[in-house]
């Protein structure tokens, strides 16, 4: 890789770690530009995910410093978001890299309508904070979702964080506030897990990757404090525009 295309990838990964502190779905952008740098599909995932467990750790830091994170409440998230993600991660390394560019392309365009589509937990919810533990209560539906989309986060990660927020705020009752601080700590072990499964399979290029988190860290870091003070109309159509474009192209070079 030229340095020029390393520095790309770098600026990228720091703007999206930022504005993905706010809008999750960061993966939908980063591993399709990877793609589109030439790097090997499962490589692409494997690396990506190595950066975003740190990227993860940037972003809960200061929400676990402002006591916003129930650690011990979500515990058994915890636990199943660990087992739904080494399981994804497995299923990397026995699809062709072909199955991979499809179910990135797919999962783009349907995170992607999934945000324009639903209200994503917005409303009186969004400005309450954080949820109060007398309030929001586990459920069946809820677990069982929360392990189907550990699985669909270990494998590709794309949007996870997004959809996962909506399935806390309806099946737990949690307030907006409250499941994005939740998702941060899970998000945690969710990428953590699948980064130790892409490395025992030997697919994470280590030197790209600790670039990669270094920035991805720092990005998660700053977006935490600052980010939430932008305008976030802006920062959705932005995002959404990326990514629409990038699943057109990752599609079109699939069926090419």
Same mark, same amino acid.
């Given at each position: 890789m030229?340095?020029?295309?390393?520095?790309?990838?770098?600026?990228? $990964?720091?703007?999206?770690?930022?504005?993905?502190?706010?809008? &999750?779905?960061?993966? @939908?952008?980063?591993? *399709?530009?990877?793609?589109? $740098?030439?790097?090997?599909?499962?490589?692409?995932?494997?690396?990506? !995910?190595? &950066?975003?467990?740190? !990227?993860a750790i940037g972003a809960t830091i *200061? $929400?676990?410093?402002?006591?916003?994170?129930?650690?011990?409440r979500i515990t058994p998230l915890l636990i199943l978001t660990s087992i739904g993600s080494a399981i994804g991660a497995a299923l990397v390394g026995l699809i062709t890299n072909e199955s991979i560019k499809l179910i990135v392309s797919v999962a783009m365009i349907a995170v992607a309508l999934f945000i324009v589509l639903g209200r994503n937990g917005s409303g009186t919810r969004?400005?309450? &904070?954080?949820?109060? *533990?007398?309030?929001?209560?586990?459920?069946?539906?809820g677990l069982i979702a929360? $392990?189907?989309?550990?699985? +669909?986060? &270990? @494998? +590709?990660?794309?949007? +996870?964080?997004?959809? @996962?927020?909506?399935a806390l705020v309806a099946f737990f009752g949690m307030t907006y506030g409250g499941a994005i601080a939740?998702?941060? @700590?899970?998000?945690?072990?969710?990428?953590?897990?699948?980064t130790l499964v892409f490395m025992w399979q030997r697919l994470v290029d280590y030197r790209l990757g600790a670039i990669l988190a270094v920035t991805m860290f720092f990005g998660a870091y700053v977006g935490a404090h600052y980010a939430t003070k932008m305008n976030d109309v802006w920062l959705r159509r932005i995002f959404l525009t990326a990514v629409f474009i990038l699943a057109a192209k990752t599609l079109f070079d699939f069926i090419k």
């Open positions: 030229t340095a020029a295309a390393l520095a790309a990838l770098i600026v990228l $990964f720091f703007v999206t770690s930022i504005i993905g502190v706010v809008t &999750g779905s960061n993966s @939908l952008i980063t591993v *399709p530009v990877m793609f589109q $740098f030439g790097i090997d599909e499962k490589v692409a995932v494997a690396t990506n !995910m190595f &950066g975003l467990t740190f !990227m *200061p $929400f676990v410093r402002t006591g916003r994170i129930e650690a011990g969004e400005r309450e &904070g954080i949820g109060n *533990p007398n309030r929001w209560h586990f459920s069946a539906a929360v $392990f189907l989309l550990a699985i +669909y986060g &270990g @494998l +590709y990660s794309g949007g +996870y964080v997004t959809i @996962l927020t909506a939740a998702t941060k @700590l899970i998000n945690v072990f969710s990428s953590g897990i699948a």
